[in-house]
């Protein structure tokens, strides 16, 4: 039998130090090229979003992928992009933060998921970066340091 899996991971994560990196020019480019790593790695973006200063990716992982690796390659990857497409970044020393957060939801939860990640810049009108996160760690039950939030 061959493994057969659902993974379904909502995955935040930002720049370093929050600086507003992924303007709107960057981030019309940043969805479709975050959208093939995925395909290239056996993933599948299910949804793609967020604002100048981070990024939420619904993404369904295989089996024989663990969620920090994904995570690895879709930041790694999408870094060496953004260099090699906007040069004026390598100048402002772009990096992501070190760490992520990556949120398990059930096929039932997809189609709210995805509205929530494509309404991002609405959403953050009304609730900051810090807030959101908090609420994430807080609804997964997940125990935190509030201050290792930045």
Not at 64 to 84: E, I, P, Y
Request: glycine share 4%; charged share 25%.
């Amino acid at each position: 039998m061959h493994s057969l899996s659902s993974c379904l991971m909502h995955c935040v994560f930002a720049t370093k130090e929050r600086q507003p990196f992924l303007s709107h020019e960057i981030r019309d480019r940043l969805h479709p090229y975050l959208g093939g790593i995925a395909r290239d790695n056996s993933m599948k973006a299910l949804a793609i979003g967020g604002t100048e200063d981070h990024v939420h990716i619904l993404l369904s992982i295989p089996a024989t992928l663990s969620v920090s690796k994904a995570m690895q390659l879709m930041k790694g990857n999408f870094s060496k992009w953004l260099r090699d497409t906007f040069p004026e970044i390598k100048s402002k020393e772009f990096a992501w933060q070190q760490g992520f957060g990556a949120f398990s939801i059930s096929v039932s939860s997809i189609d709210d998921t995805v509205r929530y990640i494509r309404n991002q810049e609405q959403h953050h009108q009304k609730k900051s970066f810090r807030n959101e996160f908090e609420n994430f760690l807080r609804k997964h039950k997940i125990e935190f340091d509030p201050k290792h939030i930045e």
